[in-house]
């Protein structure tokens, strides 16, 4: 559904050397999965998820989405398609939490019946909907952050929309709880069951190791490993990226990996 191939992708000011962001990054991202990119800061993570939803245009290399090319893709088109969750989300109008929600369904045609009922489904499953009614300029940042994932859902909430989905987010736990962060995680392997593609950045790895199917290992701008998380939780590895040691265990309810540090 969605590739990367061999991304270049470097920052020059003035006339400075140029610094290399993403180099030669490729991966690929298929319907239903769920991959996760981890890393430490500055390891590239917000860069190639811009690239991914085609905010940034790379230097070299291409993103194809759906088979083609995701620059020759129209906005009204790609919106139809991929909702995207930036790590800050400024909105300093007082608009409601329901209109800012809303706001995810205006790629569609579906009619006001439809969309309030999606907007009511993606307000609930994000333990919002008591604030439905709220000024978004009022909330916590936690409630802001569930509000805007609500909107992101909302907006390829039906898979009969328009075919292919891709939801791509990035860190969308930074301000949460941990009763909600581990709601975000059920979120995603949900949405990803009804055949979207979900691309996050995580900062936890036990929670990235719980809902992915696939993680992306980044450092220093390069992609050091790309699997499933037994093979890419490995100790010497997240040593050698994150510069801490780690334990890992196994969890006992899900026999997935868990790292204790």
């Known amino acids: 559904m969605l590739s990367l191939q061999h991304i270049q992708l470097s920052y020059q000011s003035g006339k400075q050397e140029p610094v290399p962001i993403l180099q030669d990054v490729s991966l ?6 769920v991959v996760v990119v981890l890393g430490p800061n ?3 993570k917000s ?11 790379p230097q070299s290399g291409e993103v194809r989405f759906n088979n083609r090319l995701l620059s020759a893709c129209p906005p009204a088109e790609k919106a139809l ?13 007082p608009f409601t939490v329901e209109e800012v929600v809303m706001l995810g369904r205006t790629p569609h045609n579906t009619g006001l019946i439809v969309d309030r009922d999606i907007v009511t489904q993606a307000l609930r499953s994000t333990d919002s909907e008591y604030l439905r009614q709220q000024a978004y300029t009022s909330l916590s940042g936690g409630e ?8 992101v859902l909302a907006q390829v909430w039906q898979s009969e929309d328009d075919g292919d989905r891709v939801v791509i987010l ?3 736990t930074s301000a949460l709880d941990y009763a909600h962060q581990q709601m975000v995680g059920r979120l995603l392997r949900e949405h990803s069951s009804r055949g979207c593609a979900v691309v996050t950045a995580m900062h936890d790895l036990n929670l990235a190791a719980q809902c992915a199917d696939q993680l992306v290992l980044m450092c220093c701008g390069q992609l050091r490993a790309f699997g499933s998380p037994d093979e ?12 801490v040691a780690f334990h890992r265990v196994t969890h006992p309810e899900t026999g997935r990996p868990w790292l204790l540090c």
């Open 170 to 172: 990035d860190e969308p």
């Open 81 to 93: 398609h991929m909702a995207v969750l930036p790590q800050q989300s400024l909105l300093n109008f």
């Open 42 to 44: 500055g390891a590239g």
């Open 232 to 243: 890419v939780l490995q100790e010497d590895l997240l040593q050698d990226v994150f510069q």
């Open 28 to 33: 690929e991202v298929g319907a239903g999965q």
């Open 144 to 151: 802001k952050q569930r509000v805007q994932l609500a909107r």
């Open 47 to 57: 860069s190639l998820l811009k690239v991914a939803s085609g905010e940034i245009v």
